[in-house]
C-alpha cells in the first residue's frame, strides 16, 4: 500500500532513528576506560599507615592502566568526609575510595546517622592487603615487657593509663575496644587525626600505648623508642616475627583474637561492572608483582586477592563483625 504524503516524513525519522540505533557504538567499550587520571580518595592525613599502602600502588597501577592515578586528601570523621564525597561522586571510574574495614564496616555502627549507606553505596572493586595491628608501649610510662604485665597492671589501675587511637571510630581504636572488653580493661581512649600523631603521642609520652599498624610503629620500634607486646592477627607476622600474637598468650579473653583489619578500593554505585572488572584486574596484576608483595609482606602486611564479588562478601562480614564489636564495647559515636 502506498504511503501518504503525509505519514511519509514520519517513517523517513523512524528508519533513520533504527538505522542511527544500529549504527551507534555501545554506551561503554572495555578500551574505552579510563580515557584521563583517576583519582583516588584519601580519608586519613598524608603519611598516615592507609596513605603509605595507597602511595606503594599508586605508579604501579598508573602503569596498569595507561593514566595517572592521583591521590586526593580529604581527612577527617574517620574517613567519613572522603566516603561520603566517593559516594556522590558521578558512577564513571574516575572518583574511587581508598576504603578499609573502618570506613566501610565499623563506621556504620558507630555513626547512627550516616548520609550514605556503606555497603548500598558503594561497589566494592578490590582488596589490596590485610593489616596487623600491634600492642606498642613506651617503656617510660607502662614499664612491661609481656603482654601479661601489661594486662595485670591496667587492671590494677584502673582508669589510670590512656591509649592512642587514629581517630573515633578507626580500626586502631576498635581493635583496643575489643580488647578491653575481652579483658574487661578499663582505659582511656585518646584520639588523634592520624597515624603520625598519634604514635608520635606515645613516643612523647602523653599517652601510655596504641594498636596501630605493624609499618607505622616499625621505625620507631627499630629505634627502640617503643616496645611491642603483641600482634593482633591470627598467625605471627613475618616483619616483626619476635613478637607473638595475642591469641597466643594464654590470657583469659584473647583465645581466638583476631583483631586484623583490610585497605581495599571502592567505586560509587552504579559503575559499570566492567569498568569494575577492569579495575580489579589492575590492581591485582599490581599486587602479583613480586617487589610489590616484598615490600607490603616486609612492612608487616599480608597481600589480599579477591574478585568483586569475593570482596563483597568480604565487607558485608567485616560490618557483621563490627557492630557486634561495637555493641559488646558500648562503643558509638553519634
Sequence with gaps: MPVSLARRPLV??????????????????????????????????AGSGVDVVARTIQEPLSQKLGQPVVIDYKSGAAGNI?????????PDGYILAFGTAATHGSNAALYK????????????VAP?????????????????KTLKEFVDLVKANPGKYNYASTGNGAGTHMAFAEFNARLGLDMVHVPYKGGPEAITSVVRGETCCIMNQVQTVLPQYKAGKVRLLGVTTAKPVAAVKEVPTIASSGIA??????????????????????????????????????????????????????TPAQFKATVHANRVKWAEVAKAANISID
Excluded at 82 to 90: H, L, T
Excluded at 113 to 124: R, S, T
Excluded at 128 to 144: A, C, E, F, Q
Excluded at 272 to 279: F, G, N, P, Q, S
Design 82 to 90: 572522603a566516603s561520603e564525597y566517593v559516594a556522590r561522586a558521578k
Design 128 to 144: 589490596v592487603l590485610d593489616v596487623s595491628n600491634v600492642l606498642t608501649v613506651n617503656p617510660d610510662v607502662i614499664n612491661v
Design 253 to 306: 579473653g584473647t583465645q581466638g583474637f583476631d583483631s586484623s583489619i583490610w585497605f581495599g578500593i571502592f567505586a560509587p554505585k552504579g559503575t559499570d561492572a566492567r569498568i569494575v572488572d577492569k579495575l580489579n584486574a589492575a590492581i591485582r596484576a599490581v599486587l602479583e608483582q613480586p617487589d610489590i608483595r616484598e615490600k607490603f609482606e616486609g612492612q608487616g602486611n599480608t597481600v589480599r586477592v579477591e
Design 113 to 124: 546517622k550516616l548520609p550514605f549507606d556503606v555497603e548500598a553505596d558503594f561497589v566494592p
Design 12 to 45: 523517513a525519522l523512524a528508519v533513520c532513528a533504527a538505522a542511527c540505533a544500529l549504527a551507534a557504538p555501545p554506551a561503554f567499550a572495555q578500551g574505552d576506560w579510563p580515557q584521563q587520571p583517576v583519582t583516588l580518595i584519601m580519608g586519613f592525613p
